[in-house]
């Protein structure tokens, strides 16, 4: 397939380059990252969209997202869709595919799951919203990138499943590092509190897959001194991203809100940028009781 691929960077270019592994043809464009291997570089965002079947957007923003369709948007043929999987705002994805469709072209907003590793070793959870059409021609693009591709609805659909997820992920690993935090208070061991809740009803990824006591259950970034992994200022963006949209549908999200304030004083005012959303239970261990009773 003609392939175009905007944005190069951490996630992009892995993803470009499994595209151009297996044979398709890709054209890349990126303000500063360089192509990666297999990936032929073009002038313009709009240059590598020429003569497209499917193009592909991995960039950080929706307001990014929103600049860069415009320039997409022209250079598209009839039916070539628009896929974008970056992690966007519920109405720029709605408004970049209604953009998109009224020019005639498919559009899917399809974010992803997985992370660096899972975009290097073409093992992502894509989560997608748009058309059954526009669904169709990329699936097999899916395919290669990721290891699952689950059709969520209509446009918006995806970035919905990704804000709710990770507003689960944060409120689980926020609780999970302050049991820990108040089990080591407590004089209970890490590793059987490890052992009690991995196969208890307080189990979840963050205890089970994730856990971020170091030394404890499997490998994690707790284990490499908090080194991402998922670093926290993602978590945070992913956080704001759901509360925007909790406010825009009028979504009562206390939890949500209790932890997005709690990852914005973490990475923006106690060093918690560029360490892994994990590294909350040093800083819960390192406290005493700040909640009023
Ligand atoms: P990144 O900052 O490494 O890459 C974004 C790239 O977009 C950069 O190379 C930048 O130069 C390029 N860019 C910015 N504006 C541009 C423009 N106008 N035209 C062309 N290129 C432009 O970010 P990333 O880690 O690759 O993340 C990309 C998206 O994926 C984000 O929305 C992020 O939230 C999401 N995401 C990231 C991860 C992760 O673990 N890194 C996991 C899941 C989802």
């Not at 590793?117 to 989560?127: D, P």
């Not at 992920?169 to 009690?196: N, W």
């Not at 992913?238 to 206390?254: C, F, G, Y």
């Not at 949500?256 to 261990?285: I, Q, W």
């Amino acid at each position: 397939m003609k392939i175009g691929f905007i944005g190069l960077g951490n996630m992009g270019a892995p993803m470009a380059a499994n595209l151009a592994k297996v044979g398709h043809q890709v054209t890349g464009f990126d303000l500063a990252a360089p192509c990666p291997e297999g990936v032929v570089s073009a002038e313009s965002a709009a240059a590598a969209a020429d003569g497209a079947e499917v193009v592909i957007t991995m960039l950080p923003n929706g307001d990014i997202l929103r600049a860069v369709a415009d320039q997409l948007i022209p250079a598209m043929g009839a039916g070539a869709v628009l896929c974008d999987c970056s992690t966007v705002d519920v109405d720029s994805a709605r408004a970049v595919a209604a953009q998109a469709e009224a020019a005639g072209l498919g559009a899917l907003d399809a974010p992803v799951s997985g992370g660096v590793g899972g975009a290097s070793a073409g093992t992502l959870t894509f989560m997608v919203g748009g058309s059954d059409a526009a669904f169709a021609t990329v699936q097999p693009l899916f395919e290669v990138m990721g290891q699952k591709a689950v059709h969520c609805g209509a446009s918006g659909a995806g970035q919905a499943a990704k804000i709710c997820n990770n507003m689960i992920l944060g409120v689980t690993m926020a609780v999970t590092c302050e049991a820990f935090a108040l089990a080591d208070k407590l004089g209970l061991d890490r590793a059987k509190m490890f052992d009690v809740v991995s196969t208890s009803s307080g189990y979840s990824w963050s205890m089970n897959a994730y856990c971020p006591a170091p030394g404890v259950g499997p490998q994690s970034p707790a284990d490499n001194d908090y080194k991402p992994g998922f670093a926290a200022e993602l978590m945070l963006k992913d956080l704001r991203l759901s509360q925007q949209a909790a406010r825009a549908v009028d979504a009562d999200t206390p939890m949500g809100a209790h932890v997005t304030a709690l990852y914005a004083e973490f990475v923006e005012a106690e060093g918690g940028k560029g360490r892994d959303f994990s590294a909350l239970l040093p800083r819960f261990a390192a406290r005493g009781r700040s909640t009023p009773d």
